[in-house]
């Protein structure tokens, strides 16, 4: 069964970080790639960070720098760590294939507010 669980979000103050983990099921995992999006309220949802099976990586403007995308071939699991989190970064985040996407996971709340 094809199945996304994101997890790690939470209420983080400006400046901060947090670490999400994206744990995939029903999929070769290791010969895709895979990307983290958000959606944030009254917003459409976009890709901020993407790798391939390589291990290339490409991040979004908004977030080079500051937010860095890995994985976990072994564990069949993406992760993204994000630092010096700003209010503009509250929104769901959600991984998946890059090329022809799954079924959406139910996605993890990230808040960055004082």
């Known amino acids: 069964q094809v199945h996304l669980v994101e997890s790690g979000g939470g209420l983080v103050q400006p400046g901060g970080s947090l670490r999400l983990s994206c744990a995939a099921s029903?999929?070769?995992?290791?010969?895709?790639?895979m990307g983290w999006y958000r959606q944030a309220p009254g917003k459409e949802r976009e890709l901020v960070a993407a790798i391939t099976y390589g291990y290339l990586t490409n991040y979004a403007d908004s977030v080079k720098g500051r937010f860095t995308i890995s994985r976990d071939n072994a564990k069949n699991t993406v992760f993204l760590q994000m630092n010096s989190l700003q209010p503009e970064d509250t929104a769901v985040y959600y991984c998946?294939?890059?090329?022809?996407?799954?079924?959406w996971g139910q996605g993890t709340q990230v808040t960055v507010s004082s």
């Open positions: 029903g999929i070769i995992f290791a010969s895709n790639a």
């Open positions: 998946n294939k890059i090329y022809n996407p799954i079924s």
